[in-house]
């Protein structure tokens, strides 16, 4: 049975990349500028590019916030992605303090701009990155990184800020940069979020998209 998958329009995203992506593993992919579409959809992805502040302003302005919390309570899988994610949790340092849907529990800062070292390092952090198990060793059966168990994939980054959950099980993947750990994905229950790009991650992205659509 084809899957039913609903993209948030909120004005924000690379939703052409996003759109291919899912098409291409075999969803009937349904964008949308409504909130009130996203309900009886099958997945909900939240794909987001840029500052947070300017994504949470617009996900608040075109009603779409209360509409992904009452989708997340639902039960049904909710993908986010890259600011799609930082939104789920309950606020961002990004220029200013700014609240998020409080989702998850958490902050988004800054990706340092020293490696462990002390030495500079880039930031935003662009690029290829391998993702590795958290320090918990949070299990990666029966996520979107199923495929991956005795590997690191490397998928593509593209961030100066990143999410630092509250609560550690609620971390699904790290990567490592200048010697930081860095969290890249998270999952409660039905929630699952990567602050990499899928989508602009080749074959190995394009797998975890498969997962996700078969979860």
Known sequence: MTVKVTIADYGVGNLLN?????????ADVHVTEDPAAIAGSDRLV????????????????????????RYAESGKPLFGICVGMQMLFDASEEFGEHAGLGILPGRVVAVPSLSTEGLPQRVPHIGWNHLVSPEHGNDW????????????????????????PANDQDR????????????????????????????RSGEIGLTMVRSFLAL
């Open 18 to 26: 996003v759109v291919r992506a899912f098409q291409h593993c075999g």
């Open 46 to 69: 939240v794909p987001g590019v840029g500052a947070f502040e300017d994504s949470i302003n617009e996900l608040n302005s075109r009603g779409f916030a209360d509409a992904v919390k």
């Open 141 to 164: 059966k029966g996520t979107l990184l199923q495929s991956f168990e005795d590997a690191r994939p490397a998928v593509y980054f593209v961030h100066s800020f990143a999410a630092q």
């Open 172 to 199: 699904l993947a790290d990567c490592f940069y200048g010697g930081h750990r860095i969290c890249a994905a998270v999952r409660r229950d039905n929630i699952v979020a990567t602050q990499f790009h899928p989508e």
